[in-house]
């Protein structure tokens, strides 16, 4: 019965943990200088729009757990209180170095006493959670052994708000709504070992019916049981809460404790765990996908942005000059200045920044009290809080510029870069002078790269070094391979296993090939359902790791080399029965726009392939764009989007005519 009363109290008080460090590396240098649940997304502080979250959710009280730099956690969280119906208490531990140790000082402290929502400070979502807490609530009353119930929201592996380097791959049982094996995905692994899922084999028997889930993304919201801090106490080897907690709960035959889901799909959630997520989300909230956390919303204090045509927010008091160009998807905060001829595109300009004369900024996030003086280009970069880019200054994409640095004029800043204005260990409280690098800041300037600890180990960035590459703010896969081959060559104690991963990707690649291959043939001649045959290929995919585009480029083949442009009408090998017979198997290959695009290209060059006349591929490809687009395959962006890109205009002479086949026409 005690039990009974503790959980009817708790529909009383509904609490909230938020963990303020994300006790990683993956901002730095920025994140040495401030918290980055402090850093600004689209010009408000990150930590506000997980607090509006959590005040939408109906939470009364809210611990704010924080470490580095914590008296700015605080007296931001001090501040933000003062207009906020909820109690927000700040914990301060130094000691602190992950999750876990999170965790344990948390029940050291004992100030959870019932389910409590666990997020962390860079969540940003428009979900309501009124269902989900039910039903852990609902479950917990049946079930003292369910203690979690984590949030996944449904979405395509090449979704915008997925993070790149970082997946999941869950095991669940739909009927009962629990998670039954986790196990975290990295973009590249180091060793076979990486490559292969270990499950418990005894699930089958309890379970007869799972899904093996990859299209999930980790939404990083739980709603905890009290009993969870407790765990950690008593396992020390727990420091993460998905690789180590999660896991070890699915797997222990001892503790006999279960974790749940709640599946979301029309909402938005996503966690801002990198400088590629920092890009990707704020973009969603420019094109108002998170909304009504938007920039027009005025969710911080003061703030008193305008909504105008073409995903342009502005404050009344910025100063346009009437030559500038201000194009799609642009914020610009309070007081900032731009003079004539500057063009702004798909870009975050900070309050009381002054933006010079035929200044050109493209995808990139400028802060607060920024200073670009005239002829400058910023591409796909960070330039945070005080910086200063003198005049003719170029700096290419993927850079991350920290606090007050100076590029002096004439300056190019390569790509990737990371400049800071502290001193060799600055941040350890040593008083070596800051020695600037003319080759990164040019000879006026102020700043140095940042390199970072040799000894870093984020749990996150794992063994190979290009998951925390492909992280980064406009990563380029090209670039990537390019960094791999150096490695290689400059490691001779890893070329053995680098060649037998390689051997094993080419084998994989083949077998892939091959099974997907026989198993359209085998659907075409006894005549599956498309539900069966994209059954097996969805298995395919998830049993040799590929993504959709791995399929697409060589189920959309495998379907067009079916058609016999020969055949009579009414023939089962004609375009358009094959079209109509197996076109929706392509479709379960396409998802958003991304993959629509990429579809497109996919037909292109297959068409062109299976057909060296061009008024043979012309007979397939105008047929099959047709179709694409009456059966919502393609949308009409898509088709232009995919039409007016360089690399349909590139490729083999014949790829080039399909392409003219289907000019848009000039109205």
């Not at 499950?199 to 028997?205: A, R, T, V």
Request: aromatic share 6%.
């Amino acid at each position: 019965m005690p039990p009974k009363e503790k959980v009817e109290s708790t529909e009383q008080v509904l609490q909230a943990v938020i963990l303020a460090d994300s006790f990683d590396e993956r901002f730095q240098p920025i994140t040495l200088q401030t918290a980055r649940c402090l850093l600004p997304l689209c010009n408000v502080p990150l930590i506000s729009y997980t607090f509006e979250f959590l005040a939408v959710a109906g939470v009364q009280e809210i611990f704010v757990f924080c470490c580095s730099h914590s008296d700015k956690v605080k007296a931001f969280v001090k501040q933000y209180g003062k207009s906020s119906n909820m109690k927000i208490h700040t914990i301060v531990s130094q000691e602190c170095m992950s999750v876990g140790d999170a965790m344990r000082e948390l029940d050291a402290k004992q100030l959870i006493d019932t389910d409590f929502i666990l997020v962390n400070g860079d969540v940003v979502s428009n979900m309501k959670l009124d269902k989900v807490l039910e039903e852990h609530r609902a479950r917990r009353q049946a079930d003292k052994s369910a203690i979690m119930t984590m949030v996944l929201k449904k979405a395509s592996p090449q979704h915008r708000s997925r993070a790149v380097g970082d997946g999941s791959l869950f095991v669940l049982d739909q009927s009962s709504k629990e998670c039954l094996h986790y196990q975290p995905l990295k973009a590249f692994k180091s060793t076979r070992r990486d490559r292969r899922m270990t499950m418990d084999m005894e699930i089958f028997d309890k379970h007869p019916e799972v899904q093996v889930r990859n299209d999930l993304i980790d939404c990083q919201v739980d709603i905890c049981s009290v009993e969870v801090p407790a765990l950690f106490t008593e396992n020390f080897d727990y420091q993460d809460i998905r690789a180590d907690f999660v896991h070890g709960i699915l797997t222990s035959d001892l503790l006999g404790k279960t974790i749940h889901f709640h599946e979301v799909s029309d909402v938005y959630a996503a966690r801002v765990r990198s400088t590629q997520m920092y890009d990707a989300v704020s973009k969603d909230i420019i094109s108002r996908w998170t909304f009504p956390m938007v920039p027009d919303s005025n969710l911080q204090a003061g703030d008193c942005y305008e909504f105008r045509r073409g995903l342009v927010y502005k404050e009344k008091s910025v100063v346009l000059s009437r030559t500038c160009v201000v194009e799609e998807k642009v914020v610009i905060g309070a007081r900032t200045q731009i003079a004539e001829d500057a063009v702004l595109s798909n870009c975050v300009i900070g309050k009381n920044c002054v933006i010079g004369a035929n200044v050109k900024i493209d995808n990139a996030y400028i802060w607060d009290n920024v200073t670009i003086k005239d002829n400058c280009v910023v591409q796909h970069s960070i330039i945070a809080n005080g910086a200063v880019l003198e005049k003719d200054v170029t700096v290419n994409k993927g850079c991350l510029i920290s606090f007050n640095v100076t590029i002096g004029a004439n300056t190019t800043v390569p790509a990737y870069s990371r400049l800071t204005a502290l001193a060799e260990d600055e941040d350890q409280n040593s008083v070596t002078e800051l020695i600037s690098d003319p080759a990164f800041v040019g000879p006026t300037g102020r700043g140095r790269p940042f390199k970072e600890a040799e000894d870093s180990d984020d749990e996150d960035d794992e063994a190979d070094p290009r998951n925390k590459q492909v992280n980064r703010l406009a990563y380029d896969m090209s670039a990537l391979k390019l960094d791999r081959q150096a490695q290689e060559e400059s490691a001779s104690e890893f070329e053995s296993e680098a060649s037998d991963v390689e051997e094993e990707e080419v084998n994989t690649a083949e077998e892939l090939d091959r099974e997907i291959a026989q198993t359209l043939e085998r659907a075409f001649k006894e005549g599956h359902e498309v539900d069966i045959a994209a059954l097996e290929l969805n298995t395919l995919r998830m049993a040799s790791n590929s993504n959709f585009h791995e399929m697409r480029k060589r189920i959309i083949p495998g379907v067009l080399k079916n058609i016999d442009l020969s055949a009579k009408p009414g023939s089962k090998t004609t375009v358009k029965e094959v079209l109509v017979r197996w076109g929706p198997l392509i479709g379960r290959m396409i998802h958003d726009e991304a993959d629509q695009i990429d579809g497109l290209f996919i037909l292109q060059r297959a068409c062109a392939g299976l057909h060296e006349d061009s008024t043979q591929a012309q007979k397939v490809f105008a047929p099959a764009l047709r179709y694409f687009y009456d059966e919502d395959i393609t949308e009409e962006d898509s088709i232009l989007n995919w039409y007016r890109s360089d690399k349909s205009q590139q490729g083999t002479e014949t790829e080039k005519r399909l392409r003219e086949v289907v000019r848009p026409s000039a109205t």
